[in-house]
């Protein structure tokens, strides 16, 4: 799935009709950008899979099955099963539903709010700017990780408190990063001419700003997602992510690199596979999605 | 006309700015008016503050760098410096529109045409969406870009400099409004655009008798289009006069060297052109006395002491601000 924040939508005005003209826009997609369709792909089926993941699995994710511990992959569980016998294939299937909640949501959120807070920034400029970036710079002095986990300690684990706590880290830093364009885009003579039109702040802001540095936005919230992933996998490790038995990418890979690395290989590479695979279809769809929705590159 | 109401009168204006090299007077002191449906130009060399009194009048003089020190901007006879900025905003776009000089970069590259029109339409004028579109292909019609339909849904990346700065025009009269302050809007066309876009400001000036504020450093521009003219020199008013008489007995010096340093196509000689000697002056060190001094030529001891200020020279309407400008009357040569 395209991460479609509303964000998007202000940048690339839907101008299809019909469900006509939205599959020939998909064909012309992809033929001229195919890596870009590539990540696409991996990604709805990453979509689907998670949509269907309880008709589609072969078993129950949480159900232990004793008399198959560790079993190498076979044609009963194709990918094998972990220390608890519970089916790998089943645990992945349902582990993408961990992945896109946490990634999507926390790139999202992240990247949201550190626009916003970004734009805001360079349009207000002076001490406003001033206070904002040295607030920023607050956050700036903790490690990611430091960051997440003091979030969680606060509000709890679970779900939805790990995507707060995954977004926390990414909004000063999608802020610096998109106050830098904005700084430029508010030299531009069109935000005078919007305050020449008697727009208000917010208006201007958020309708002609914003839409004039997406592009970074863009590339910020997908190489997020990766790293969601992957964080949210280290929250788990110390306890204080996804807690068992969620079945989650990062939670599998983690009980199994530790104690089976090397009697049961299985239970690390697929899930390390799924989280390899899930960011890179992220950043071939970004990257394409970025020169795509800039009309300026685009040819009509 | 001097005794018909002011649509805009702007009293003693003072903008300055803080930069490293110290307090920059942008304008110092200025005062003009302009009256309704009447073209006024301020004319002026690069930095000599023309530009910077627009936005004074807009109040886009950004803080904490730049200020309005002094000075009133009477509106309809409503002071603009004593506004909310709430309300400013009800001014900015519905009472006053602007055209900016660069039409390549005025324009919102990612938000469609018919958004841009539109969207002033929606707030300032409380149309709904389909009244925005049916006025904005109006207006598109109206400064001659055909087809409005189509174009609405085009971004400006799709529009020629000479088609941009037409839509610039059709947002600036989109509300109707009583005066259009254009800054420099023909000086990143080319000259055959340059006449187009002028002759269509001053038709739809006409058709709507709405005013219009000039800002150019064009003189050819001046002659033709304006009524009145305001030569600035270094934040001042330096002379002011109806165009034709500016253009027939400059009174200052400054205005002299100006007109003589425009090649004429209707004085076939082989006559040199007499260009300004120096620099224009560095805003942060004015001399005390009259700023166009060091590169005068009909200077005199009282030049270096003393600023003149803006006098009647020949009548009410002329007006320059030079000690020597009785000795100009005659058309006299340096």
């Known amino acids: 799935m395209p991460p479609s924040s509303p964000l998007n939508e202000t940048a690339a005005p839907p101008d299809r009709k019909s469900a006509g003209t939205v599959f020939a826009t998909l064909v012309d997609f992809a033929r001229r950008r195919p890596l870009g369709a590539v990540g696409g792909a991996i990604i709805v089926v990453m979509v689907m899979l998670a949509a269907s993941a309880n008709l589609i699995a072969p078993y129950d994710p949480l159900a232990t099955d004793y008399a198959a511990m560790l079993a190498a992959p076979s044609e009963a569980h194709w990918l094998g099963t972990d220390a608890f016998g519970r089916d790998m294939l089943s645990r992945m299937i349902h582990g993408s539903r961990t992945a896109l909640m946490v990634g999507l949501g926390a790139s999202l959120l992240g990247a949201s709010l550190g626009s916003l807070i970004g734009v805001a920034s360079a349009y207000f400029g002076g001490r406003v700017d001033l206070l904002v970036q040295r ?25 939805g408190n790990v995507v707060l706590a995954i977004a926390t880290p990414m909004v000063p830093r999608c802020a610096r990063v998109v106050r830098a364009s904005a700084l430029s885009v508010r030299e531009m003579p069109y935000v005078d001419a919007a305050r020449a039109a008697g727009f208000g702040h917010p208006r201007i802001i958020l309708r002609h700003m914003l839409p004039n540095v997406m592009a970074p936005v863009l590339i910020m919230a997908t190489a997020f997602l990766g790293e969601a992933i992957l964080l949210e996998a280290s929250l788990s490790f110390l306890g204080l992510g996804v807690t068992e038995p ?33 960011v ?20 009509q | 006309m001097a005794n018909m109401a002011k649509l805009l009168e702007v009293r003693g204006l003072r903008t300055s700015f803080a930069t490293a090299a110290g307090l920059v007077r942008a304008v110092d002191g200025v005062s003009w008016d302009v009256h309704p449906g009447e ?15 627009a936005l004074s009048v807009m109040r886009l003089i950004d803080p904490p760098a730049g200020r309005i020190e002094d000075g009133a901007i009477l509106y309809k006879g409503q002071d603009l410096l004593s506004l909310s900025e709430q309300e400013m905003r009800q001014v900015r776009g519905r009472e006053i529109g602007m055209v900016f000089q660069e039409p390549m970069t005025s324009l919102n590259p990612v938000v469609t045409i018919g958004r841009q029109l539109t969207e002033g339409l929606e707030l300032h004028v409380k149309m709904d969406s389909a009244a925005a579109r049916t006025r904005a292909i109006e207006l598109l019609g109206m400064v001659g870009i055909p087809d409005g339909e189509r174009r609405l849904s085009q971004y400006p990346h799709q529009f020629s400099g000479g088609m941009r700065q037409r839509m610039m025009i059709a947002m600036a009269l989109a509300c109707r409004p009583s005066l259009i302050l254009a800054d420099e809007p023909t000086t990143a066309l080319d000259v055959t655009i340059q006449a187009q876009i002028l002759e269509l ?32 020199y270094a934040g001042r008013i330096i002379e002011r006069a109806a165009a034709a008489a500016l253009y027939a007995r400059p009174r200052h010096p400054y205005t002299l060297g100006l007109l003589r340093s425009v090649p004429r196509l209707d004085q076939p000689t082989r006559e040199r052109l007499l260009p300004i000697e120096g ?9 005390p006395g009259c700023a166009f001094a060091p590169r005068c030529a009909f200077r005199v001891a009282r030049c270096d002491a003393e600023a003149p200020s803006l006098n009647e020279v020949d009548g009410a309407e002329h007006l320059a601000a030079c000690w020597e400008s009785s000795r100009l009357a005659g058309g006299a040569r340096a």
């Open chain 2, 279 to 287: 620099q224009p002056p560095d805003l942060t060190r004015l001399p």
């Open chain 1, 246 to 278: 969620t079945a989650a990418w990062g939670l599998m890979l983690r009980g199994a690199a530790v104690e089976f690395a090397e009697t049961a290989p299985w239970m690390a590479i697929f899930p390390g596979l799924a989280i390899s695979l899930a």
């Open chain 1, 135 to 159: 607030v920023m710079d607050v956050f700036f002095a903790f490690p990611v990780i430091i960051l997440a986990l003091a979030v969680v300690s606060i509000i709890g684990t679970g779900v």
């Open chain 1, 280 to 299: 890179f279809g992220f950043n071939l769809l970004g990257d394409s999605l970025r020169d795509a929705l800039d009309p300026r590159l685009r040819t």
């Open chain 2, 39 to 53: 073209t006024v130009a301020l004319v002026g060399e690069s930095g000599c503050g023309k530009s910077v009194s």
């Open chain 2, 201 to 232: 400001l001053r038709d739809l000036s006409r058709r709507f008798g709405v005013a219009m504020l000039i800002i150019t450093h064009n003189l050819g521009v001046v002659a033709r289009y304006a009524d009145r003219v305001n030569v600035m």
